[in-house]
């Protein structure tokens, strides 16, 4: 053995040879053999590439991703075609989406956008849009008769569609049962935010004596953020309006900013900020807060992530600003795109309503996300009133479903991403004012900062318009 | 025996071996680079549409309260590594040094290892950490001084950029201490024997004659920490995710965060490419100054 290896050793191989005798010494000689391996194995492995599918279809969330996974088998065979469907996260979909129809490279043939996102993509002159205007098709199939109205605003900009909603997102409020009746709330009563507070204020309290209150009434989070947004909605301020304009500086966000301070961080405050998924689910199992906004997807998180309270939710309707107001509001939004660079534009509408309107599919859907769809003819399924353990056998399904149309629309523009950054800013100071001065001048602070914020919001909306003001004759 | 190879400085082939090195170099750096300075003279859209503006989008930059708000949390933050994170590095590499090295092994390692896991998970760790009520920080705090269980470090305007900080002390604290250990290590310790002999105290050896010995290496901490600290991303975004890295009022915008938004959302390059040149500028000016005074005291 040991002789057989000193024979190798004292005869060295050929390839050894052949790198003395390349001109450049070795170090170019392995530069040179990877590059030709590596050029030879980019070519093979090009090749060996699979064919790209019909349509591809990319989501951002998981539930979804499954659902349409089930489905899309039948849509496969049902069209003798085949559909790729991809997961991703949303930050990255939206910047690498947008950059990839601008660079003119390849991108999905459907995507899924999630609210507030239109108006990144129909920023810039029209030429740039790359989504396939969607408003004739709606009209010419009647699609828009058969969808919640209010959810159409999410998907158009300019008066033209782009895309047709997954959802409505209407709001209820979560609660534990067996704490309120233990309390003896009559959840029926607390039809308005007025005897929503009054109750509030009883039940906020610290029970241990340590200093710390340890129940509060409702669960909000301290910069204001989404539940801001939401109470603003069912309050009748915007965003934006219809045209795309900034909104948010009218007096009915001034009138909920005054109200969430109030019971946020005055000192007879009812909320506290029970955090996001184990903080809040803990706080929930605590009996920290005893309601929850909570839309129809957040719902079937609760249902997922705590099955130790199942029979002791329920769900009520919000309350109302005033008596005989809208009980509901909205939280999120997806909407399902076709980009301009499919080659299969018609299949790519057939497969979008396949998935958002097929009632066969809808109700299975349902069920697994308790999700409700824009698509009316959908609540009639007996899904949709089948009992919930979890919310102690109510039937949430249709409770929702009622709510739905009243849910208010949401308008999109370019500065969505803004104009909820600087809302939350304007907020944040004048809960730094009401820190400092309480209710002194408060009612004027707010304003004052609500139209700083807007107006900056515009000034940065106006940089965009140098591009249509470029485009009109 | 010295084998002699063929011309090979000579002909094609050199050029070929160093092509894909300047390709690369070409088309990652000189080509951006060149781009970078064209787009700061235009509105885009993206990659695909731009209108030339001049000087317009440096003309914003002076007047955007939103960027003057990123350039001071982001020198605040700069100030704090150099003034808390550094003597604390410092600190404890000379307690270190002192050990044995067993001992100076274990704890360079568990200093060190906070670095080898990354600022997004540092970020997601400590926003747990800083959780109202059911967070380890605010449930120590209020263990040992009675106050604090709900204070909210990542929604109150004046607690997030203490909150940043100490997110960042823990990660890179460890870090620096690598550098100031390896240096502490070289000083010349029969120099510091003469000193004591002469009748200088601690401080005394460490001032005069350490921290001189390890100036080279201190300078270039200060000067990296201040670059890493401009360019200060992943850690808020990560531990302020609810507000993409703002945090409450903008608390915990940093410059870089700040380019992110303008850049990549709002689809403006050339006003990115703007913010790019701007801390550029800044960062290569203070590194100045950082090595001309260097140059001085050394004189």
């Given at each position: 053995?040991?002789?057989?290896?000193?024979?190798?050793?004292?005869?060295?191989?050929?390839?050894?040879?052949?790198?003395?005798?390349?001109?450049?010494?070795?170090?170019?000689?392995?530069?040179?053999?990877?590059?030709?391996?590596?050029?030879?194995?980019?070519?093979?492995?090009?090749?060996?590439?699979?064919?790209?599918?019909?349509?591809?279809?990319?989501?951002?969330?998981?539930?979804?991703?499954?659902?349409?996974?089930?489905?899309?088998?039948?849509?496969?065979?049902?069209?003798?075609?085949?559909?790729?469907?991809?997961?991703?996260?949303?930050?990255?979909?939206?910047?690498?989406?947008?950059?990839?129809?601008?660079?003119?490279?390849?991108?999905?043939?459907?995507?899924?956008?999630?609210e507030g996102?239109?108006g990144?993509?129909?920023?810039?002159?029209?030429?740039?849009?790359?989504?396939?205007?969607?408003?004739?098709?709606?009209?010419?199939?009647?699609?828009?008769?058969?969808?919640?109205?209010?959810?159409?605003?999410?998907?158009?900009?300019?008066?033209?569609?782009?895309?047709?909603?997954?959802?409505?997102?209407?709001?209820?409020?979560?609660?534990?049962?067996?704490?309120?009746?233990?309390?003896?709330?009559?959840?029926?009563?607390?039809?308005?935010?007025?005897?929503?507070?009054?109750?509030?204020?009883?039940?906020?309290?610290?029970?241990?004596?340590?200093?710390?209150?340890?129940?509060?009434?409702?669960?909000l989070p301290y910069s204001g953020n989404w539940a801001l947004i939401a109470l603003m909605l069912q309050r009748g301020g915007q965003l934006f309006d219809?045209?795309?304009n900034v909104a948010f500086d009218s007096e009915e966000t001034a009138q909920v900013f005054d109200w969430y301070l109030?019971?946020t961080?005055?000192?007879?405050?009812?909320?506290?900020?029970?955090?996001?998924?184990?903080?809040?689910?803990?706080?929930?199992?605590?009996?920290?807060?005893?309601?929850?906004?909570?839309?129809?997807?957040?719902?079937?998180?609760?249902?997922?992530?705590?099955?130790?309270?199942?029979?002791?939710?329920?769900?009520?309707?919000?309350?109302?600003?005033?008596?005989?107001?809208?009980?509901?509001s909205?939280w999120?939004?997806?909407?399902?795109?076709?980009?301009?660079?499919?080659?299969?534009?018609?299949?790519?509408?057939?497969?979008?309503?396949?998935?958002?309107?097929?009632?066969?599919?809808?109700?299975?859907?349902?069920?697994?996300?308790?999700?409700?769809?824009?698509?009316?003819?959908?609540?009639?399924?007996?899904?949709?009133?089948?009992?919930?353990?979890?919310?102690?056998?109510?039937?949430?399904?249709?409770?929702?479903?009622?709510?739905?149309?009243?849910?208010?629309?949401t308008y999109s523009a370019?500065v969505d991403g803004t104009a909820r950054a600087n809302l939350d800013q304007a907020y944040s100071r004048v809960a730094e004012?009401?820190?400092?001065?309480?209710?002194?001048?408060?009612?004027?602070k707010i304003r004052f900062e609500l139209k700083k914020s807007a107006d900056h919001v515009r000034e940065l909306a106006?940089?965009?318009?140098?591009?249509?003001?470029?485009?009109?004759? | 025996?010295?084998?002699?190879?063929?011309?090979?400085?000579?002909?094609?082939?050199?050029?070929?071996?160093?092509?894909?090195?300047?390709?690369?170099?070409?088309?990652?750096?000189?080509?951006?680079?060149?781009?970078?300075?064209?787009?700061?003279?235009?509105?885009?859209?993206?990659?695909?549409?731009?209108?030339?503006?001049?000087?317009?989008?440096?003309?914003?930059?002076?007047?955007?309260q939103t960027?003057?708000?990123?350039?001071?949390?982001?020198?605040?933050?700069?100030?704090?590594?150099?003034?808390?994170?550094?003597?604390?590095?410092?600190?404890?590499?000379?307690?270190?040094?002192?050990?044995?090295?067993?001992?100076?092994?274990?704890?360079?390692?568990?200093?060190?290892?906070?670095?080898?896991?990354?600022?997004?998970?540092?970020?997601?760790?400590?926003?747990?950490?800083?959780?109202?009520?059911?967070?380890?920080?605010?449930?120590?705090?209020?263990?040992?001084?009675?106050?604090?269980?709900?204070?909210?470090?990542?929604s109150?305007p004046?607690?997030?950029?203490?909150?940043?900080?100490?997110?960042?002390?823990?990660?890179?604290?460890?870090?620096?201490?690598?550098?100031?250990?390896?240096?502490?290590?070289?000083?010349?310790?029969?120099?510091?024997?003469?000193?004591?002999?002469?009748?200088?105290?601690?401080?005394?050896?460490?001032?005069?004659?350490?921290?001189?010995?390890?100036?080279?290496?201190?300078?270039?901490?200060?000067?990296?920490?201040?670059?890493?600290?401009?360019?200060?991303?992943?850690?808020?975004?990560?531990?302020?995710?609810s507000t993409s890295?703002f945090g409450p009022d903008n608390?915990?915008l940093?410059?870089?965060?700040?380019?992110?938004s303008?850049?990549?959302?709002?689809?403006?390059?050339?006003?990115?490419?703007?913010?790019?040149?701007?801390?550029?500028?800044?960062?290569?000016?203070?590194?100045?100054?950082?090595?001309?005074?260097?140059?001085?005291?050394?004189?």
């Open positions: 053995m040991i002789a057989c290896l000193r024979l190798q050793v004292g005869s060295p191989p050929r390839q050894s040879k052949m790198i003395d005798k390349f001109p450049y010494g070795k170090a170019p000689f392995w530069l040179f053999v990877m590059a030709i391996v590596s050029s030879v194995l980019l070519v093979a492995l090009n090749r060996s590439a699979s064919e790209r599918p019909d349509l591809i279809l990319v989501t951002f969330t998981a539930a979804h991703y499954d659902a349409y996974r089930h489905a899309i088998p039948r849509f496969e065979r049902e069209h003798h075609v085949k559909v790729d469907i991809e997961l991703t996260h949303w930050g990255s979909l939206q910047s690498r989406l947008q950059n990839a129809i601008l660079a003119n490279t390849d991108v999905p043939d459907l995507v899924e956008m999630l996102s239109l990144f993509f129909t920023r810039g002159p029209t030429v740039d849009v790359g989504l396939i205007d969607l408003t004739e098709k709606i009209r010419a199939e009647g699609i828009d008769k058969r969808v919640v109205a209010s959810r159409f605003s999410l998907w158009t900009t300019q008066g033209r569609n782009y895309g047709i909603p997954h959802d409505v997102h209407p709001i209820m409020l979560a609660y534990r049962r067996d704490l309120i009746e233990q309390l003896g709330i009559d959840v029926r009563e607390l039809d308005t935010w007025d005897k929503f507070v009054e109750v509030g204020r009883r039940v906020s309290k610290d029970k241990d004596g340590d200093g710390v209150i340890d129940q509060y009434m409702i669960d219809a045209k795309g109030h019971q961080r005055s000192k007879d405050k009812i909320a506290t900020d029970c955090g996001w998924a184990q903080p809040q689910m803990k706080a929930m199992a605590d009996g920290l807060a005893l309601f929850f906004i909570t839309p129809d997807w957040r719902s079937k998180a609760y249902e997922t992530d705590m099955p130790h309270l199942a029979g002791k939710m329920a769900l009520m309707p919000m309350p109302a600003w005033t008596k005989g107001g809208r009980r509901t909205v999120g939004g997806t909407g399902l795109v076709i980009t301009k660079r499919t080659k299969h534009p018609e299949l790519a509408w057939e497969l979008a309503k396949f998935l958002y309107f097929d009632k066969q599919e809808l109700g299975q859907r349902y069920k697994r996300t308790n999700i409700i769809p824009p698509f009316k003819e959908a609540w009639n399924l007996p899904e949709f009133s089948e009992p919930n353990p979890f919310y102690s056998n109510q039937r949430i399904g249709l409770m929702y479903a009622e709510l739905a149309p009243q849910t208010p629309p370019a004012y009401y820190k400092a001065q309480g209710d002194t001048g408060l009612m004027d106006e940089r965009d318009q140098v591009f249509h003001r470029q485009e009109s004759p | 025996m010295i084998r002699v190879r063929p011309q090979q400085t000579k002909g094609l082939a050199p050029l070929l071996f160093l092509f894909p090195y300047l390709a690369l170099t070409a088309v990652f750096f000189v080509y951006p680079f060149i781009n970078a300075v064209i787009l700061t003279f235009y509105r885009t859209n993206g990659p695909r549409s731009r209108i030339f503006i001049g000087l317009d989008n440096f003309r914003f930059l002076l007047n955007d960027f003057h708000t990123a350039l001071w949390n982001t020198t605040i933050f700069a100030i704090a590594s150099v003034c808390l994170q550094l003597p604390l590095s410092m600190a404890l590499a000379l307690l270190l040094n002192r050990g044995d090295d067993r001992v100076k092994g274990f704890f360079r390692l568990v200093l060190f290892s906070p670095n080898l896991v990354g600022q997004i998970f540092v970020g997601i760790l400590f926003s747990v950490l800083f959780t109202p009520r059911y967070g380890l920080i605010n449930r120590t705090i209020q263990a040992l001084i009675g106050w604090g269980l709900e204070e909210r470090w990542l109150n004046k607690l997030v950029m203490p909150a940043i900080i100490l997110t960042s002390l823990w990660l890179w604290v460890g870090f620096n201490m690598v550098y100031f250990l390896a240096a502490l290590q070289s000083v010349d310790k029969t120099l510091e024997e003469a000193a004591r002999i002469d009748g200088a105290n601690s401080w005394q050896v460490f001032w005069h004659v350490t921290l001189p010995s390890m100036r080279h290496v201190v300078v270039f901490v200060v000067i990296m920490s201040i670059i890493g600290s401009y360019q200060l991303f992943e850690l808020p975004v990560a531990l302020l995710s890295g608390s915990g940093t410059v870089i965060t700040y380019l992110r303008v850049a990549f959302q709002s689809g403006d390059l050339g006003l990115g490419s703007a913010v790019g040149w701007v801390v550029a500028v800044i960062i290569f000016t203070i590194s100045v100054i950082q090595v001309r005074i260097t140059n001085v005291v050394e004189d």
